[in-house]
């Protein structure tokens, strides 16, 4: 949540993400509809807050003028998000010092000043350097950015099934090239636009909440009369919800052709 310079949360001008402020928590956590809801809570704290007691009335403005159902009720979803620049382009907290002339407000949040200046999600352990460095350069998009620097698995196995093929890590500035950048753009898009996904799916990844607990989903791959694909992983990561047998195939060929296009035109550049 804290923006300082190794940190994935605040790369760059053109995108950030608020992933663990709760961003993608809503029941309706459309791209258009969290651009409204960032878009009024900046207006209106902009507005409102001219020093720190005047939070709480965009607090009670804030709550009374959304729509409060979330995906998951254990995850707080913090009412002091909103976007950072005019442009729209980097979500953030409005709270923090670099939006106050200095001055931190965070110690008024449902987390406190500590626990949202120090926390660093998984993704920092778990992502490789090089890989969170690709997904910096290829991604230029807030909503999508988000959603993608907070899957694991998403991007690590993608990066491992190209390095198998090339017999090489690929590095960064492999990526200076467009066709190759256009190609890993395509597989990172999946995230908000591939067909498998179910619009019932209350998730963005994969897992899901049954009430008490989170449960990691699964494809019933047996009852579809086959093996475990060797992309469930990828599958599970893009909420995927398969009809029958021919879908899960369908399925794996987008995912083929993606690494074979990328393997094919790697192998054409260098
Ligand atoms: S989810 Fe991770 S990368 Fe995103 S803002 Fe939180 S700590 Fe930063
Ligand atoms: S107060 Fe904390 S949880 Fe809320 S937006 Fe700011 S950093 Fe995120």
């Not at 729209?88 to 626990?115: I, M, T, W």
Request: proline fraction near 3%.
């Amino acid at each position: 949540m804290d923006k300082n310079s190794d940190v994935l949360c605040q790369p760059d001008k053109s995108k950030s993400c608020g992933a663990c402020c709760g961003l993608y928590n809503y029941v309706n956590s459309s791209r258009s509809s969290l651009t409204e809801r960032l878009r009024a809570r900046t207006k209106r704290f902009h507005e409102i807050v001219k020093n720190k007691n005047d939070i709480k009335n965009y607090v009670s403005e804030t709550i009374a003028g959304e729509d409060w159902k979330k995906r998951y009720e254990v995850i707080y979803c913090c009412e002091y998000l909103g976007f950072l620049d005019s442009a729209e382009r980097k979500v953030g907290c409005l709270l923090h010092p670099a939006q106050n002339s200095g001055l931190d407000l965070r110690d008024v949040s449902f987390y406190g000043q500590k626990l949202c200046a120090g926390h660093l999600c998984p993704s920092h352990h778990f992502i490789p350097k090089s890989q969170s460095q690709i997904l910096i350069k290829i991604i230029d998009d807030w909503y999508l950015y988000g959603l993608c620097i907070t899957d694991i698995d998403l991007v690590k196995t993608y990066f491992r099934l190209l390095a198998n093929h090339i017999g090489e890590e690929v590095k960064p500035e492999v990526f200076d090239n467009e066709a190759l950048k256009k190609i890993a753009c395509q597989y990172f898009d999946w995230k908000i636009t591939w067909p498998f996904r179910s619009p019932d799916a209350n998730r963005l990844g994969k897992y899901y909440f049954d009430g008490s607990q989170y449960m990691i989903s699964y494809i019933d791959y047996e009852g579809y009369g086959r093996d475990v694909s060797k992309f469930n992983t990828i599958f599970l990561s893009l909420s995927s919800v398969f009809k029958n047998a021919k879908e899960i195939e369908e399925a794996e060929s987008l995912i083929l052709s993606n690494i074979d296009n990328f393997i094919h035109t790697y192998e054409r550049v260098f």
